[in-house]
């Protein structure tokens, strides 16, 4: 039975996720951290085994990001990204109420971009903005 379940950021859960679609992970300390500085997450469970998760960062008025949407490949084209995002973005409609101009941004995976689309998510050149940019680690 497919469970959903808000802000349970299991450090353990999270890492397993990440090594499942492919990313590595951290290590624990810094994922609890990571998890520490979240403000919204939404897990996903069949019965008890976790099998998606989602996040959203930012300052929680004007620029909000949504983050590590992930699934394991098993459950994967079955709707439960659907799900993730359904949730991330009612909780995003509960702030944009305070903030109407509110920015929401997401960087998805290589040639993922279509799913995200189906919620209304744009490229930046789209949006007549610039590029994407991410700070290249030395």
């Not at 305070?98 to 971009?113: F, H």
Request: net charge positive.
């Amino acid at each position: 039975m497919i469970n959903v379940k808000e802000n349970i950021n299991n450090v353990k859960e999270f890492n397993y996720l990440y090594d499942s679609v492919g990313w590595g992970h951290y290590d624990e300390k810094i994922s609890k951290k990571a998890m520490e500085n979240t403000l919204y997450s939404v897990s996903i469970y069949d019965d008890n085994n976790i099998i998606g998760y989602g996040r959203i960062i930012g300052d929680a008025i004007c620029f909000l990001y949504i983050h590590d949407v992930m699934v394991i490949p098993k459950y994967q084209s079955k709707k439960i990204g659907t799900i993730i995002m359904n949730k991330l973005l009612e909780q995003i409609e509960e702030i944009r109420k305070e903030n109407p101009n509110l920015k929401v941004y997401l960087g998805a995976s290589k040639n993922r971009e279509g799913f995200y689309e189906k919620f209304g998510f744009v490229n930046r050149t789209d949006a007549n903005l610039g590029h994407g940019m991410i700070l290249k680690n030395k």
